[in-house]
């Protein structure tokens, strides 16, 4: 566990987001013509109406890049400002050069250093954490931490107990000092790889590499113990809610919104109850966008702040969980200017 910011450090703030989603909505009604599924039983079960798709010449760079420049433009930052452009991901346009890389031509942020991160649907809270130690120790001045996944990719469309979950899309934000006490409170973040084998996938890397085999047995596919990993969900980030809690002397009641990775509705309601807060104080898009891995809690927290959910001097939680076992809770006090 990290331990809480050491006081020698700058605050960091988000001073910009952005976010993007693919044009093609895929529907549960969909899904029910291509594996024995219902709309019925995806929305009573996980809370999801419908997911975005990345068309077919679309990559986890191109969703990565737009989100990117709809951030700089929210933070009024240019491209020659970024310092460090990580971007946390399970779905890579390739092995290698990093999708950050890509995105670093892309978007012609040429004094960045870059490199991907990964920590699955925990992703960009892990990449916020770095972002802030960069920044914080002055190292560079502004820092881009994208979430960008390509979903659709690693799904097995014949696997009903996982091709109704995950979508695709990206979000993004700019990190800077501002000199004042506000922006990133504190981070809790947690690993167990005891458990890596309840949510992954085999195929692909140096332990199993890609070969007829591996392509005719689906390893390049996530294969999901779903219930267990429900489980390991709801209490992990829980308990990364009221560690966090504690940690700044604060309880729930003082917590203005809550941004959870949406992997299930009733992962969220559980939550919830655990940790004592009313479901209004909780900001939901899981119906919109299912499951986008390490996109989902930024892309929410986007759509958050453009909706007005999320105001000067909100204290807002983000809360994370995925594989490896990953996950984490970060505490900001959202500042606007
Ligand atoms: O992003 C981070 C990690 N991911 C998560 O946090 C996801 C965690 N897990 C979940 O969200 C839930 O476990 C699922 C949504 C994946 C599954 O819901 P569940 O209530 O745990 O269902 P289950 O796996 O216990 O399956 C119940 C039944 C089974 O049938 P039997 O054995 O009771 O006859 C499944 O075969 O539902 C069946 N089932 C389905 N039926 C219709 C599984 N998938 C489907 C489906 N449509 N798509």
């Not at 068309?55 to 890049?65: I, K, P, V």
């Not at 290698?96 to 925990?122: H, K, R, W, Y």
């Not at 209490?235 to 941004?259: F, Q």
């Amino acid at each position: 566990m990290l331990h809480p910011r050491p006081a020698n450090t700058r605050a960091v703030s988000i001073v910009g987001t952005g976010s993007y989603m693919p044009e093609r909505v895929m529907t549960n009604h969909e899904l029910a013509d291509m594996v024995d599924t219902t709309d019925e039983w995806i929305v009573s079960r996980t809370g999801m109406h419908e997911r975005r798709i990345a068309a077919d010449g679309e990559f986890t760079s191109d969703m990565a890049a737009e989100a990117a420049r709809r951030a700089m433009e929210s933070a009024g930052v240019t491209a020659d400002d970024i310092g460090l452009l990580l971007v946390s991901t399970s779905t890579p346009d390739m092995s290698f050069p990093s999708t950050a890389c890509l995105v670093q031509d892309m978007i012609g942020a040429e004094n960045a250093v870059c490199f991907d991160l990964s920590a699955a649907c925990s992703g960009f809270l892990y990449g916020l954490e770095v972002g802030q130690q960069f920044v914080g120790s002055g190292s560079v001045e502004t820092a881009l931490i994208i979430g960008a996944e390509k979903m659709s990719c690693i799904t097995d469309w014949s696997d009903r107990s996982t091709c109704v979950l995950f979508g695709d899309g990206a979000g993004a934000a700019v990190l800077q000092s501002r000199g004042a006490k506000h922006g990133i409170l504190t981070s809790v973040l947690g690993s167990d790889g005891s458990l890596g084998d309840l949510l992954m996938v085999p195929g692909g890397g140096s332990r199993e590499p890609t070969s007829a085999d591996t392509v005719k047995n689906k390893r390049h596919y996530i294969k999901m113990m779903g219930r267990e990993v429900f489980k390991h969900a709801v209490t992990n980030m829980s308990e990364a809610v009221t560690a966090t809690l504690d940690r700044c002397g604060l309880t729930i009641d003082e917590i203005d919104c809550i941004i959870p990775h949406q992997a299930n509705a009733r992962i969220l309601q559980a939550i919830a109850q655990r940790v004592g807060a009313s479901m209004d104080k909780m900001f939901i898009n899981v119906d919109k966008y299912g499951n986008t891995s390490a996109a989902s809690v930024i892309v929410a927290l986007d759509e958050a702040v453009r909706a007005g959910r999320v105001k000067n001097h909100d204290l807002v939680l983000l809360v994370v969980f995925g594989a490896g076992f990953t996950w984490g809770a970060t505490l900001l006090e959202w500042f606007e200017g």
